[in-house]
């Protein structure tokens, strides 16, 4: 079974603090993903990465930074969280297969005060 | 750009009827695949069921399947015999088979709510 898991399912922080959230996955997997979940917008993707120390930013990389030094590893760092970052994270990791569907954690809710 | 288009955000439906949640898509790609998924109120995103674009036969699984129109850029999903369990946000997604990897766009979603 392939586990995806997230340091925190719920994290508060204030404005201005850097924000660390963290995704394990198990599978062995090339590719990671973070995408944020708002109401009314579906899953917005942040970055990817499909290697070590590969990334790429996805549609809405601002304000936001990701590391990959371990390849079941995948990090990403609000460097100067601000209100508007308030919203679910959500990691995932897939095959190279481009068929092989997503696998996702369970998310983490960041609320910024 | 791909873009996927949910256009019910949310609808009733009774316990063990069948109900068809909307999904249409855009996309120049001339090989993609698309991919249903459930998120109950716990939050986890749970993949239900694969359709590639070169597949012929509507996929299914399970009490799950989806009606692939190609022409029309559609692919609802159908549920049959509905369950109480089955009330949850449901979400539509496109791939792409081309550049480094397989990234997901996905739709707004549709709250699906089953009564008994």
């Known amino acids: 079974d392939v586990k995806v898991t997230q340091s925190s399912r719920y994290l508060v922080k204030r404005t201005g603090e850097k924000v660390f959230l963290e995704c394990v996955q198990d599978?062995?997997?090339?590719?990671m993903f973070w995408y944020r979940q708002d109401p009314g917008l579906g899953l917005r993707l942040i970055y990817f990465?499909?290697?070590?120390?590969?990334?790429e930013k996805g549609d809405i990389p601002e304000g936001y930074s990701v590391s990959r030094e371990k390849k079941e590893r995948f990090s990403l760092i609000l460097e100067s969280a601000s209100t508007n970052q308030t919203s679910m994270y959500l990691c995932?990791?897939?095959?190279?297969?481009?068929?092989?569907?997503?696998?996702f954690g369970p998310g983490t809710r960041l609320t910024v005060l | 750009a791909q873009k996927i288009t949910q256009t019910q955000p949310g609808m009733f439906v009774q316990e063990k009827e069948a109900v068809t949640l909307d999904c249409t898509y855009d996309?120049?790609?001339?090989?993609?695949?698309l991919f249903w998924y459930k998120q109950p109120s716990s939050g986890e995103m749970i993949f239900l069921i694969y359709?590639?674009?070169?597949?012929?036969q509507n996929a299914t699984e399970g009490r799950y399947s989806l009606n692939f129109q190609k022409a029309r850029k559609s692919a609802n999903l159908v549920i049959s015999a509905s369950q109480l369990g089955d009330s949850a946000m449901y979400f539509c997604?496109?791939?792409?088979?081309?550049?480094?990897?397989?990234?997901?766009?996905f739709g707004t979603g549709t709250l699906l709510a089953v009564q008994p």
């Open positions: 995932a990791s897939s095959s190279e297969r481009s068929t092989d569907t997503q696998y």
């Open positions: 599978m062995d997997h090339e590719n």
């Open positions: 990465s499909y290697d070590v120390k590969m990334k």
């Open positions: 996309t120049s790609d001339q090989s993609y695949g």
């Open positions: 359709q590639g674009s070169y597949d012929e």
């Open positions: 997604a496109v791939s792409n088979y081309g550049g480094a990897t397989n990234k997901l766009i």
